[in-house]
């Protein structure tokens, strides 16, 4: 299907004055839903068209007269519409998806019940209800649904049960498109209320107990939000009563429609998690609150400006949580876990302005959409905000709800409010920061007794208020160099180690000096502050990505500090960036430090020792124990040992559920010491949608021709697999210690990645791309086929960019490999 382009969204926006949208659904069946859509609309004249996406289209009317059905040509209805006011009638078949997109629909495997719920972002609505599907036409929805006798139906706006499956809904606020929602099924639902709106918290029925027993402190979250947002912007909560869906197979973490919002539900946690898990989650339900003022009560005029959107989401999601939550160490945890994503997107090939791209279309739109937009918008927010102070920045953004209420903006707008607002010119910090990609390597020059600035391909001027932390004998003392030039003076006296960004405000690609690295694991003992050691990570995991420090320094580094790490946060993202379980690594991350260290089996010995290390030192049954606990199964090389953990013998304090038997069944899987029938076994023993996806990892990894050929059938399509199946088998697919068995799959994926658009689309489509491309096979040959494939002129867009980031990901593992002498 052809994406809108801006300047027929212009055209249709100087044309059109949407009064209102009338929807009615009716559920009660199972591959298909009726939806008819009768539009209000005011026209100055004119030729546009109309946003459809049905199986069928039945009748379609304007202002009483029936049109030709067949008029729909790729999921647009021409139509005239002379000057003056108009109603459109559409009644058409819609399809449930299965993609997470439009009305997905879901059978939840635990019990067989059916669970749906809409997703429109960024163009799936037309694929719901007839529509001008674009940001920038909002308005008032009404909606009814007729769905079966057991399910609730939440949306948008509040609505009631006005007969035995029969849902009416209030007429809601002026909505744009890509934001209406509904989430319809037998959820079960926790009703609330705080400071006269409604609350409400829905899952699954089968992940009741978990939705029970978290309910007080996520509504303590969402309290403690919408006081601090009403305190600091000034304005109430626009859109009446606040639902929270956590929904299953959803592929982003959440999505802000406004009064609905849907989150993916391993965000509820049925086994037992470390705290940066539950920290995770607050600072999503945080970021999707501040949505409903920034991107739902003003919304981009154009997708351009969805990196703003995020951004500001980001900034003032983590500010909230760590400022007026339980969860005081967000800004931690969103150091450690958060910030190389987006300093390694930032260094890619397909790296871009964190803003004016133009985003011609939705779908060059989504492909920007990234840890640029997330990562780096929110370093870049926070630094301006540090720089205007809070007063100009809320002032600023007080005025900015204020003249757009209920409207859309553009990134000018807000930057013209800060102006007001007594910010300065911001120009020139927007050309350097925001219109220019790249990161600018600073390093330190001992010899010369300077900071050197090196600015990327495409260079700007960027100013940067550089902390430093040097080691005096007995403390970490802190400065501050101002870099506005190549070179800057900084002596600092011979064999002094330094520590760059100690307080996490800087954003440029940094790294761990040599002399600095050869005393730190003396030092890291001694560094009681969690930020300067969650900056030294960060630092440690960006040199060895730029081959500027050894990963056997790094290995040395994480030896060293780790048994004094008390965040769990930072264990836990050393252990996934060291470990083979890809849990919550992003495909082409996983085992990054192992792949390029001179003797990986010595190395994984030397890591899972210092794990099982912190385990036994941690409190029982703490966070940091259960972290620790997890990295260590991640590195494990001694069958016994898991075994042992399995049966609970030898880890007092740890809990061995569900969620920890089967870390243990995959590290198994990928040593060859399971099989088949075990993993069956114990996938019947809790048979759920995440055992489920656990089930096909371990499948799909063990060392076994069928059981790879089975995971094949699932990424060329011949095999359904849901979105996060794709991901979960791709991820456990490609292992190292199976180059034999797997060798014949680098060819196969080169020449079969390309027909994978005939049966994915949208985000598993990439997803598809990126999980099963064979990083554990890193090499010449690897990297020599990634770029002829990148030079086909008729691949698709989405696959071409995860190629060019997978490819400067093997790049990036070879260039380590030969500077530091890694075979
Ligand atoms: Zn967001």
Redesign the pocket.
């Known amino acids: 299907m052809r994406s809108l382009q801006l300047n027929e969204a212009r055209d249709r926006f100087d044309l059109l004055e949407i009064t209102s949208y009338d929807v009615t659904l009716d559920l009660r069946e199972e591959t298909t839903f009726a939806s008819t859509t009768v539009i209000e609309v005011t026209s100055k004249g004119g030729d546009t068209f109309l946003d459809l996406k049905p199986v069928a289209l039945g009748r379609i009317e304007l202002d009483g007269t029936d049109l030709p059905v067949d008029a729909l040509d790729d999921g647009r209805y021409p139509l005239t519409l002379p000057a003056g006011e108009h109603r459109i009638v559409v009644e058409s078949a819609m399809p449930f998806r299965n993609d997470g997109e439009g009305l997905h629909r879901a059978v939840d495997p635990a019990d067989g019940r059916p669970y749906v719920y809409q997703m429109s972002f960024m163009s799936a609505a037309p694929s719901v209800f007839a529509c001008f599907d674009q940001p920038d036409l909002k308005a008032p929805y009404t909606l009814r649904v007729a769905a079966p006798d057991d399910w609730i139906v939440v949306a948008n706006a509040a609505g009631t049960e006005v007969d035995r499956g029969r849902w009416e809904f209030e007429q809601s606020q002026p909505l744009s498109t890509y934001f209406v929602s509904l989430v319809a099924g037998p959820y079960h639902r926790i009703a609330d209320h705080h400071d006269g709106i409604d609350l409400g918290l829905l899952a699954r029925r089968s992940l009741a107990p978990a939705l029970e027993k978290d309910a007080e402190e996520l509504l303590t979250l969402t309290r403690q939000c919408f006081d601090e947002f009403h305190r600091l912007f000034g304005i109430r909560y626009a859109f009446g009563k606040y639902d929270q869906a956590f929904v299953p197979e959803f592929n982003a973490g959440a999505m802000?429609n406004p009064g609905c919002v849907t989150f993916r539900d391993p965000l509820l946690f049925s086994t037992r998690v470390p705290r940066s898990m539950r920290i995770q989650r607050a600072t999503t339900v945080a970021?999707?609150m501040a949505?409903q003022w920034f991107?739902n009560l003003v919304t981009p005029k154009w997708w351009d400006d969805l990196w703003l959107?995020?951004a500001f989401?980001?900034y003032m999601g983590n500010r909230v949580t760590a400022e007026v939550t339980e969860f005081d160490d967000a800004l931690v945890w969103a150091a450690v876990a958060r910030k190389n994503w987006g300093l390694t997107a930032d260094s890619r090939p397909s790296t871009h302005p964190v803003a004016g791209n133009g985003a011609l279309d939705a779908d060059a739109a989504l492909q920007d959409f990234d840890g640029i937009s997330y990562s780096k918008g929110h370093a870049v927010l926070t630094q301006l905000a540090h720089q205007v102070g809070d007063d100009v920045f809320l002032g600023g953004v007080r005025d900015h709800f204020t003249r757009h209420r209920f409207g859309n903006a553009t990134m000018r707008d807000l930057f013209g409010s800060w102006e007001a607002a007594g910010a300065g010119d911001l120009e020139p910090w927007t050309a350097a920061w925001l219109r220019k990609a790249g990161l600018d390597r600073i390093e330190l020059d001992r010899q010369a007794g300077a900071v050197v600035r090196t600015p990327p391909a495409d260079p700007a001027d960027r100013t940067h208020v550089l902390g430093v932390a040097a080691w005096n004998g007995t403390a970490w003392e802190r400065g501050e160099v101002r870099v506005e030039t190549e070179r800057t003076p900084y002596v600092v006296a011979p064999g002094t180690p330094v520590i760059l960004d100690p307080d996490d405000t800087a954003w440029a690609d940094l790294t761990i000096d040599p002399v600095t690295a050869a005393a730190l694991p003396g030092l890291l003992p001694t560094m009681t502050d969690p930020l300067l050691r969650a900056t030294t990570w960060i630092t440690l995991r960006n040199g060895v990505h730029h081959a500027r420090l050894d990963p056997d320094a790094a290995v040395a580094m994480i030896c060293a500090g780790v048994p004094a790490e008390d965040q769990d946060a930072a264990v836990g993202t050393l252990g996934v960036w060291v470990g083979d379980d890809g849990e919550g690594a992003r495909g082409v991350v996983h085992e990054k430090l192992l792949a390029t260290v001179r003797d990986p089996e010595r190395s994984r010995a030397d890591v899972h020792q210092t794990f099982l290390a912190r385990a036994a030192t941690a409190p029982a049954g703490s966070d940091l124990q259960l972290a620790a606990y997890q990295a260590a199964t991640g590195t494990a090389t001694s069958t016994d040992w898991l075994r042992a953990l399995l049966a609970g013998t030898e880890t007092p304090g740890l809990e061995v559920d569900a969620g920890m038997r089967w870390r243990v069944l995959k590290r198994l899987a990928s040593l060859g010491a399971t099989d088949l029938d075990e993993l069956d076994r114990e996938l019947a023993r809790e048979n759920d949608a995440k055992t489920q996806i656990a089930h096909a990892w371990s499948h799909a990894r063990l060392p076994d021709p069928d059981a790879k050929a089975w995971a094949w059938q699932r990424f060329t399509g011949e095999a359904a697999a849901s979105n996060y199946e794709i991901e979960a088998i791709g991820t456990g697919f490609w292992a190292s210690g199976q180059d034999e068995l797997l060798m014949p799959y680098v060819d196969r994926y080169l020449a079969e990645v390309k027909g994978t658009t005939a049966v994915r689309s949208g985000w598993g489509l990439a997803d598809g791309a990126l999980f099963f491309y064979p990083i554990t096979m890193a090499g010449p040959d690897l990297l020599a086929g990634t770029e002829q494939l990148i030079g086909d002129p008729e691949l698709n867009l989405s696959i071409r960019r995860v190629l060019v980031d997978a490819g400067d990901e093997v790049r990036s593992r070879l260039r380590t490999r030969e500077r530091y002498g890694a075979s």
């Open positions: 802000e970021h999707e949505h991107g959107n995020e989401a980001e």
